[in-house]
Nanobody
Framework: VQLQASGGGLVQAGGSLRLSCAASGSIFSINRMNWYRQAPGKQRELVAAITSGGSTNYADSVKGRFTISRDNAKNTVYLQMNSLKPEDTAVYYC??????????WGQGTQVTVSS
């Protein structure tokens, strides 16, 4: 499985960004797609997840502001981020988990929110 993330950038507080993660390869084996983030000096944290069945979950810090979704025809998962805050500044990574518990990471994409 290969993952290609895109969509990061610089935005003012209160603004929006949409991240994309395009999957290729053995995508039939993916049962869960996740977005993680890592801010400088902090541990990587799970932001949002979506299962192959469409169930979603979110970190408390982003509930009501971020939405994870997927387009199966495009093999792409999205993270719509609204009402961005400076504390959302981080490198965002997409991650795939497969049926046989393999784990794949995309390259990070930088999100910077200015105050």
């Amino acid at each position: 499985v290969q993952l290609q993330a895109s969509g990061g950038g610089l935005v003012q507080a209160g603004g929006s960004l949409r991240l994309s993660c395009a999957a290729s390869g053995s995508i039939f084996s993916i049962n869960r797609m996740n977005w993680y983030r890592q801010a400088p000096g902090k541990q990587r944290e799970l932001v949002a997840a979506i299962t192959s069945g469409g169930s979603t979950n979110y970190a408390d810090s982003v509930k009501g502001r971020f939405t994870i979704s997927r387009d199966n025809a495009k093999n792409t998962v999205y993270l719509q981020m609204n009402s961005l805050k400076p504390e959302d500044t981080a490198v965002y990574y997409c991650h795939a988990q497969t049926n046989n518990f393999n784990s794949y990471w995309g390259q990070g994409t930088q999100v910077t929110v200015s105050s």
